[in-house]
């Protein structure tokens, strides 16, 4: 059996390697694997892979040990395979080899709603307390991320709903404030919680929001 590995993701605190197991021209399975390096998340991957295939191969011999041909053998045969189709198919929707199908949707959708790299770490910032689009390595999250894009309206230029721009320089002033106090994203959306009853600013009215910078300024006097 042969491994190969392949670079998927990689900043300064966490690195993803996919890894596909072979035997031969056959491509056995395959997973992710992360870690602080390459070598130590390419590991990861290959640990998985072997549980993963001796689990297989075991529920196989079993499959085949003294097992008359019955009806009620064949049914638990059928219901072992069925799960263990549905067990694949669940692992690859959690951890395909590559996320360029989903990446491609996020690009879309952050054109769509006409966000530059700012406005779109904000609201990661404030919906998923990550900084940045590629520090996104749980799939899982990555999911949530495009049904929450998609599921969010674009205001147009002109139209009766808050003003996006003066929205979002109420958001970048409330960034300075927290910068200037030191405080950590969690202990920032605590706060807003607290005295907004929200967990995210994205949910605060202009007005709310120069209310929720007010408070903020308050804390910079008790400093």
Known sequence: MQFQSKLCHIDSNRTIVSVSAWEGDRKLSSTLGEGPTVDIAEENAIKKLYYRLKSSQEIKDANSEGQTPNPQNKEKEIGQSQKLM?????????????????????DIEVKRLGWDR????????????????NRITNYSVLINYIEKLKSTIKVEPGSSQTDEQSKLELIQDSDTIISL??????????????HMEVTSRQ??????????NKLLRAQLKLN
């Open 86 to 106: 549905e067990k694949s198919n669940d692992s690859v929707n959690v951890e395909p080899e590559e996320w360029s199908k989903e990446l491609s949707e996020i």
């Open 118 to 133: 700012e406005a779109e770490n904000r609201y990661l910032i404030d919906n998923f307390g990550i900084s940045e689009r």
């Open 181 to 194: 106090l030191n405080w950590t994203t969690i202990k920032a959306r605590d706060f807003l919680q607290e």
């Open 203 to 212: 949910n605060l009215s202009c007005n709310q929001l120069r209310e929720f």
